[in-house]
């Protein structure tokens, strides 16, 4: 695919086939990640991703215990904004109503929504999970080369037929993470990416965010 089909045909798989990526496709996707540009080319991403369905099925448990079992609280490296306002928060609810209509959740069930939202650490079922960290030092700015990164792994998993979804929600737990995989605590998560082959037959993968009009986004300078 050119860039125009993979910018206009990619989307956020929320259902995954339970068969595994070859370990030399992943590691195809993330070389083609490793091109992304950075401040002073410092690269400063670094990403820990589970090769294996039983690795991530290993994880999965744990995170789910963690959250679930032991009632974790949430302490993501960056705090998540507190409200959101127009136009953003309009933009919000639409793609929720959408992803719950899909699947057909009622807005006043209250528990189905739960068990949705904690699909987010299951990883939607997907056999391999990514989770991106970023040194401290490199504040805000690292983070703008980090979320590059992140979108570069996102089409180049397009790019060879799979799936990924970035996911802030991974990022509310990073301790533990750092904790299972003894990641020094100088390196801050950014998010986590859960990819692979989706399951295009569920309801939930049918349904497609709007993207807002370009007048909203982008001022011309004509004069």
């Known amino acids: 695919m050119n860039f125009e089909e993979l910018m206009s045909q990619r989307y956020s798989a929320r259902s995954f ?5 070859a ?7 993330f070389a083609l990640a490793q091109h992304t540009p950075s401040w002073c080319n410092t690269q400063p991403w670094h990403a820990w991703v589970t090769m294996t369905p039983q690795i991530t099925e290993n994880l999965r448990v744990s995170l789910m215990d963690h959250i679930v079992g032991q009632g974790a609280m949430l302490k993501p490296d960056e705090s998540f904004p507190p409200r ?5 928060r309009q933009r919000r609810k639409e793609c ?6 899909s699947i057909g959740i009622r807005k006043e069930d209250k528990p189905a929504s739960m068990r949705q939202m904690l699909e987010n650490f299951n990883f939607f079922g997907a056999p391999h999970v990514a989770f991106i960290f970023c040194h401290k030092m490199f504040g805000f700015y690292g983070g703008v080369d980090c979320g590059l990164y992140i979108h570069a792994l996102l089409l180049a998993a397009e790019n060879f037929g799979l799936r ?3 996911q802030g929600a991974l990022a509310s737990y990073p301790q533990f993470i750092r904790d299972y995989w003894g990641i020094d605590d100088s390196l801050r998560m950014i998010c986590g990416i859960s990819f692979g082959y989706a399951d295009e037959e569920h309801s939930i993968n049918t349904f497609r965010t709007s993207r807002a009009p370009l007048e909203e986004s982008v001022t011309w300078i004509e004069d």
């Not at 370990?23 to 996707?29: D, N, R």
């Not at 959101?84 to 953003?88: A, G, K, L």
Request: net charge positive; hydrophobic share 40%; charged share 20%.
């Open 96 to 101: 929720g109503v959408a992803l719950y209509q």
């Open 23 to 29: 370990a030399e496709t992943i590691k195809k996707m």
């Open 164 to 166: 990924a979804t970035a």
């Open 84 to 88: 959101y306002i127009e136009p953003y």
């Open 17 to 21: 086939q339970s068969r595994p990526v």
